[in-house]
Every structure is written in structure tokens, then in C-alpha cells.
């Protein structure tokens, strides 16, 4: 079992940053391959970005050059840095972890959620 915990979210304005952490428990994170979802109000969840347990990165493309996912598996963790920030980025960010490190867009192949965080961009 892994639990999930996001953090870091909050009200920027446009144009403005943030970085969401997520700190996952067990001992076999750096095996799994780590994702961050976004939804909006009244929309699917959606890809953002995913980092393999290689470091390999892979983002959608409406936030590719403006948000960079990272990991530091000596703390468990997964980072989404998120610059540049549009109204449109306005959602709540969920991490998830993918225990069979495959690269992946689909949050059916995400074993393990977090309960999300709230990020709102005001124009």
C-alpha cells in the first residue's frame, strides 16, 4: 500500500509560480514511475507531466516549457514546478504513483492517488 500526500498548492496570480510537493510512503518509491493529474471544475482529469523511476520526464503538451517534474527519492517525494502560471491552470493536482514504471498518460495505469490539492490562478 502506498499513500500519497500532496502539498503546496494555493492562489498565485498569472504569471506567477508554484511548486507542488508529494510525499509518498513505503519503501519502493523510487521503483515506481510518479504522475501529476489536473481537473478542473466540470472537466475530466487530465495529464500533466510523469517522471520514470529512470528520471525520464514526459508532460502534456499545454504545459510543456512552463511546468518540470522532479523527484528526490531519498525523500520520497515528487515535485511539480509550475511557472508561468495561466488561468487556465486553475484545478485541483493530484499525484499518483504507477508501480509498474510504464510510460503512461492514462490514469487507469496509476495504481495509487493522492487526495489532490487546490491550485488557483486568478487573471
Known amino acids: 500500500q502506498v499513500q500519497l500526500v500532496e502539498s503546496g498548492g494555493g492562489l498565485v496570480q498569472a504569471g506567477g509560480s508554484l511548486r507542488l510537493s508529494c510525499a509518498a510512503s513505503?519503501?519502493?518509491?523510487?521503483?515506481?514511475?510518479m504522475g501529476w493529474f489536473r481537473q478542473a471544475p466540470g472537466k475530466e482529469r487530465e495529464f500533466v507531466a510523469q517522471?520514470?523511476?529512470?528520471?525520464?520526464?514526459y508532460y502534456a503538451e499545454s504545459v510543456k516549457g512552463r511546468f518540470s517534474i522532479s523527484r528526490d527519492n531519498a525523500k520520497n517525494t515528487v515535485y511539480l514546478q509550475m511557472n508561468s502560471l495561466k488561468a487556465g491552470d486553475t484545478a485541483v493536482y493530484y499525484c499518483?504513483?504507477?508501480?509498474?514504471?510504464?510510460?503512461?498518460?492514462?490514469?487507469?495505469?496509476?495504481?495509487?492517488w493522492g487526495q489532490g490539492t487546490q491550485v488557483t490562478v486568478s487573471s
Open positions: 513505503g519503501r519502493t518509491f523510487s521503483s515506481y514511475a
Open positions: 517522471i520514470r523511476r529512470s528520471g525520464n520526464t
Open positions: 499518483a504513483a504507477n508501480t509498474q514504471n510504464s510510460r503512461s498518460s492514462r490514469d487507469a495505469d496509476y495504481d495509487y
